[in-house]
Nanobody, 116 residues
């Protein structure tokens, strides 16, 4: 069974940092680009960042550019977005998504909440 499990969310003060993780199992995702998507309360899902299968290419939406860094550990099938200088508007449920040739796989999400 294919499974993506996010973790690392929580309460964070404005300006603080969090490191999320997305662990994949049931399928080798070493050849899959991985995306991070977030959904703020009352809003639609929004693309945040992506990392190529090799880990050598990353792309970030403008609102997180310079604050978020994403990397992947292919040996452990895990992707890590490091989030710094968080703002209240970053409050959302953060999802990871694996894009394969046949379909996309989503995790259940992890909540990041502004504690200010």
């Amino acid at each position: 069974q294919v499974q993506l499990v996010e973790s690392g969310g929580g309460l964070v003060q404005a300006g603080g940092s969090l490191r999320l993780s997305c662990a994949a199992s049931g399928l080798t995702f070493s050849s899959s680009p991985m995306d991070w998507i977030r959904q703020a309360p009352g809003k639609e899902r929004e693309f945040v960042a992506t990392i190529s299968w090799s880990g050598g290419v990353t792309y970030y939406t403008d609102s997180v550019q310079g604050r978020f860094t994403i990397c992947r550990d292919k040996a452990n099938n895990t992707v890590y977005p490091q989030m710094t200088s968080l703002r209240p508007e970053h409050t959302a449920v953060y999802f990871c998504k694996a894009r394969t040739a046949s379909t996309d796989y989503w995790g259940q999400g992890t909540q990041v909440t502004d504690a200010s």
